[in-house]
């Protein structure tokens, strides 16, 4: 959000610099953390490569509870 900001409005290059790579770590972690995760299936993992969202999407996707075997549908 802040990067977007910085954008729209005065477009700071310290600001940018500062942010930016704050931002690509963050995605790399979010990526990266949920590959670990051994019973997420893939596509969890491919809904964390989605810039910006991603992460909260794959988080959703994971704390998601599945259905009991033999449970009725909802």
Known sequence: MLLLANLLTVHHPVLASL???????????????????????????????IPGIGGILALRSLTRRQPEPGAPPR
């Open 19 to 49: 942010a930016g790579p704050v931002h690509g770590g963050a995605y790399l972690v979010v990526v990266l953390g949920t590959l670990r995760i051994r019973t997420a299936k893939p596509p969890v993992k491919l809904l964390a490569l």
